[in-house]
């Protein structure tokens, strides 16, 4: 394990989409805005801000346009959204969204599950946003899910992963995300997968999403970066799940992975102390206790007062030490 050097990582934030589609009641529009703008602040390279999905399908979102309308945008950060379908894509525009963020499934059992659509079907209606996408100068980023598992089918072949990867980057996407959707990854799992995707396409963008589902996420971060891999997705909180995996939890949690690797020495480019600040703000919003640890914990050298009576211990202490070298000078004393 090596350490980071000041190397720099990016740091995309998902909670705001990927984890309020999840939660059981609706998030109110103007906290969602509050919450983004608050954010907005701490250093992330990009935050996927809402999905332009119909409100239908997935009612937590159905106020997309309202947030991405009225967020206050930093220039440092980009503004991503879930695009599904052309029509998306076009609320997407009229938005002003930063970048189209487009999801399709590595296994066909998921992706027939999850979209309703074999994945030819996927892409052939991928390929028409991208193609939305790229006459507004618009940039595009794949999120590829189930790449290192799926919980109906199983292993997923790494050759079948990079085969879409390829079909991808010949449309001229600028970005694609490895998502590890039902936290079936594991270390070299995810080192063999990222390298082999990095030594194909060395020009694109490459970003890894872990969810936490069976404990493994912060140790997948970890080889991903020592594969290459230097842009993550992550979730304030730890916050999400899939719906399709029994059991499965969010994405790693921002502020435990930040913590992590700013300890290893790697540029994150994040104020910890905001995003544990952020993470309380979030849990008052869903209304039940986070996953994450270090928004309960705090940093490791965080400093705590002794307990009320650590100065009456100390003074006994002392004395006791005090009694014995007393006696230990008579023991020795001459006749």
């Known amino acids: 394990m090596n350490a980071g050097k000041n190397t720099p990582l990016a740091i995309n934030e998902v909670a705001t989409r990927d984890g309020f589609q999840m939660e059981r009641h609706f998030i109110e529009s103007e906290a969602k805005i509050a919450l983004i703008d ?9 935050i996927e801000v809402t999905s332009f999905t ?22 440092n950060v980009v503004y ?13 525009l009229e938005c002003r969204t930063d970048e189209f963020n487009l999801v399709m499934s590595a ?31 618009v940039p595009v980023n794949v999120s590829l899910s189930c790449v290192f598992g799926c919980p109906m089918e199983g292993e997923v072949p790494v050759d079948s992963v990079l085969k879409w990867v390829d079909r991808f980057a010949a449309l001229g996407v600028q970005g694609v995300t490895l ?38 996420g912060l140790v997948n971060t970890i080889a ?12 304030l909180g730890g916050i999400g799940g899939c719906p399709y995996a029994p059991g499965a939890s969010g ?44 928004s309960r914990a705090g940093h490791r050298l965080i400093r705590h007062a002794p307990p009320p009576e650590f100065e009456s211990l100390r003074e006994r202490a002392l004395a006791r030490e005090a009694a014995r070298q007393a006696g230990g000078r008579m023991d020795g004393a001459a006749p």
Do not use: W
């Open 80 to 92: 991503t959204a879930l695009v599904p379908n052309v029509r998306g894509g076009e609320r997407a």
């Open 107 to 137: 296994s066909e059992t998921h992706n027939l599950v999850n979209l309703r659509m074999t994945r030819e079907q996927s892409f052939r209606q991928l390929d028409d946003v991208a193609a939305l996408a790229n006459s507004a100068r």
């Open 224 to 235: 991903a970066v020592e594969a290459g891999i230097r842009q993550f997705d992550m979730s």
């Open 54 to 75: 119909s409100a239908q399908a997935i009612p937590a979102l159905r106020d997309a346009e309202l947030v991405m309308q009225r967020i206050r945008r930093e220039p």
């Open 179 to 216: 998502c590890d959707t039902t936290g079936m990854a594991y270390p070299t799992q995810v080192q063999e997968v990222c390298e082999r995707v990095l030594g194909r396409h060395p020009d694109l963008a490459v970003t890894a999403h872990f969810h936490n589902t069976r404990a493994m």
């Open 38 to 46: 608050e954010l907005s602040q701490l250093g992330y390279a990009k």
């Open 251 to 294: 994405n790693v949690a921002t502020e435990d992975v930040v913590h992590m690797l700013e300890c290893m020495g790697y540029d994150t480019g994040m104020r910890l102390d905001g995003l544990i600040g952020a993470a309380g703000h979030l849990q008052t919003l869903v209304g039940h206790e986070l996953a994450s640890q270090v």
